[in-house]
């Protein structure tokens, strides 16, 4: 009988977990084993077709939990609308030690084309990355939550109330999509780091006597990196407020203020680049 390498050559099969993959042609051997949760996709493409966007590493999901029916809607509006609704988000109820029991299933809309800007294929791509990251992001969404502002780098909570201000204070600095990416991230490198809901923040004190959060910079760091990717600008963090340089050469100062009812005030000032006379 003959082996699977002398059939196909040495290195000719790769396996990707769920199935294997014959790279001389681009198919697999199998479908995808998560066919169901993607009916308008074929059952042996790989991630859409899409591969220069999207990758497939044999992961897992992001798994909510809801505070309250209204936390869902406004996380889920808040999704597709950032993908100008050319995408669904579904959720899939999952058994969860740590009780995130709804899983996101995030499917392209047949026959819409989507149009997006390069800011909101930013956030497809990353918030993809999330979905098929082989850690499993876990995050609770919370509304108007007095203990949250934004998000919770220990608890995981998201405060979705919180994400949207950044898009109602204005066009300039973070935006909502980038907010909401930036929590995902960084807990999805948090996840990545080995802890649950709950740790996270080794503390210590510098040699200034500041806390020094160790576990928290990298994925605090990486959170950013997607924020920035999804609002189109660099974000410079302060002691006071943080300050965005656009694409256009602005700049924007933006203040975070929790109010005491658990939501916040977005403060936004935008200076445009200085024009140079002509000499």
């Known amino acids: 009988m003959e082996s699977d390498n ?21 198919r697999w051997f199998a ?53 100008n609704c050319s995408y669904i988000v579904t959720l899939k109820t999952v058994e969860d030690d740590l009780g995130y029991s709804s899983e996101i299933v995030l499917t392209k809309i047949d026959g819409i084309e989507a149009n997006l800007s390069e800011k909101q294929k ?27 502002t934004v998000g919770d780098f220990r608890t995981n909570k998201l405060d979705i109330e919180d994400v949207k201000k950044f898009d109602e204070a204005g066009e300039f600095g973070a935006s909502s999509a980038g907010s909401l990416i930036h929590e995902t991230i960084e807990q999805l490198e948090k996840c990545q780091a080995g802890f649950c809901p709950g ?31 999804a609002n189109g600008n660099t974000r410079t963090e302060g002691q006071k407020f943080d300050t965005f340089t656009e694409k ?19 403060i936004k000032k935008n200076t445009p680049k200085p024009i140079t006379p002509k000499k």
Request: charged content about 30%; aromatic content about 8%; glycine content about 10%.
């Open 6 to 26: 002398e059939l196909k050559g040495e290195g000719n099969s790769y396996d990707y977990g769920a199935r294997m993959l014959d790279p001389r042609i681009g």
């Open 31 to 83: 479908p995808d084993p998560l066919e169901r949760d993607y009916p308008s996709l074929s059952t042996y493409g790989y991630v859409a077709n899409s591969p220069i966007i999207f990758t497939d590493p044999d992961g897992q999901k992001i798994r909510l939990k809801f505070k309250s029916p209204e936390a869902r809607d406004a996380y889920i509006q808040l999704v597709e609308s950032t993908l």
């Open 122 to 148: 930013a956030f497809l791509k990353d918030y993809k990355g999330a979905i098929d990251a082989e850690a499993t992001v876990r995050q609770e969404i919370v509304r108007n939550d007095k203990g949250t």
């Open 199 to 229: 740790e996270g923040l080794a503390e210590k004190y510098d040699a200034n006597g500041k806390v020094d959060l160790t576990n928290y910079k990298g994925p605090h760091s990486a959170g950013i990196k997607a924020e920035d990717r």
């Open 248 to 266: 256009d050469g602005s700049t924007t100062k933006q203040l975070v203020v929790p109010t005491a009812n658990g939501s916040i005030n977005v």
